[in-house]
């Protein structure tokens, strides 16, 4: 690696730009957002705003932006934060571009819809010559582009690139925590999106608070038994990318898939923005069948996303579940 790093972060979205703010401001290393419109990335370089994606955040002076694949080049990290859904369309343009030794990080919160696969697979399979991390856990772009304090999770195969890459992408308000665990902070990613339009199904229907909590406990639950069953640890569910997004998301206005379970409820749609948990619900749905998992929150969420259960039925059938230990 070179002595000042180079971090590209790919998707001018919320995430992505907060991504790149917050690193830039930190100024140790070069930084670089890419963006696949021209116009868009043109304006960036010479506002420094941002309005759609996040609306009064001055983008700092330090900060490089480009419209071209090839800016990727010389980079020593990549971070990968476009959508789950894009992901592989992503790593098809820019992995020609790569340098040889560069790290791909997945910033995306979901599960590959088509393939039922973790992101991490799908950028190992198509970008098989560089490691591939995981960046997940609490933090709503605006929080971390605002500079307000934020704590992630980032997973890598062995927990030595995970501590050198946490200690990289860490500044004095965005601070990571190494893993190697990758399969647990992933689908903890996932899965509490599932688990915030859940909770956002009980506000909108005005089930009470009492119902909120519970929901989050069960919801862990299911999360629990889908890390395990997939081959991680059960210790990455109660840490960041598992408990603590999944408060954070159930519980917080700010999160899209919230409003999306609110939207649900009032029989309203939901239109304009990126919900990650309307796509992973499905998707997790048929991993716990694949697993042999009894999942039934997801079930249910995915069953009234898919319009095949009303929500009174699903309230229904979960209150009226055999009895069982906890
Ligand atoms: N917003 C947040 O608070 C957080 C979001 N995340 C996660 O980050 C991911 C992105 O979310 P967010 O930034 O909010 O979403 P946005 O909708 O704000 O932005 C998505 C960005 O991805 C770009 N994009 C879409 N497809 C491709 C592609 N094939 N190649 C390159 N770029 C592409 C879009 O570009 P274009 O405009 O050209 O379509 C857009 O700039 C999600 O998985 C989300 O769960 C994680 C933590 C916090
Ligand atoms: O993942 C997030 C915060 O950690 C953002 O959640 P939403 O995608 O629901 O807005």
Known sequence: MNEQQHIAVIGAGAFGTALATVMALDGRAKVTLIGRDPALMADLKADH??????????LPD????????????????????MPSQAQADAAATYGPYLSADAVVVTC???????????????????????????????????????????????AA??????EVLARTLSTPTFRLYASDDRIGVQLGGALKNVLAIACGIVEGRGLGESARAALISRGLAEMSRLVTAMGG??????????????????TSHQSRNLRYGIA??????????????????????????????????????????????????A?????????TTE
Not at 62 to 77: H, K, N, Q, T
Request: net charge negative; glycine share 10%; no cysteine.
């Open 315 to 323: 309230v229904d059938a979960l209150m009226t579940r055999p009895i």
């Open 62 to 81: 330090g900060l490089a932006f480009s419209a071209e694949p090839d800016a990727v080049s010389d980079a020593d990290i990549v971070l990968f934060a």
């Open 108 to 154: 995306a919160k979901g599960i590959d819809r088509q393939t039922a696969r973790l992101l991490s697979d799908i950028l190992e399979e198509k970008l098989p010559h560089h490691p591939v991390a995981v960046l997940s856990g609490p933090g709503f772009a605006m929080d971390i582009a605002r500079g307000l304090p934020t704590a992630m999770a980032l």
């Open 264 to 313: 649900l409820a009032n029989g309203e749609s939901a239109g304009g923005y990126l919900v990650e948990g309307a796509f992973a619900a499905a998707v997790s749905a048929r991993l716990a069948e694949g697993h042999q998992l009894s999942m039934p929150i997801t079930e249910a969420v995915a069953a009234i996303i898919e319009g095949s259960l009303d929500i009174d039925r």
């Open 157 to 162: 195969p062995h927990v030595e690139l995970a």
């Open 233 to 250: 640890k059960a210790d990455t569910v109660r840490g960041l990318s598992g408990l603590g997004d999944l408060v954070l998301t159930a």
């Open 49 to 58: 705003l941002h309005d759609a994606a996040l609306p009064g955040i001055y």
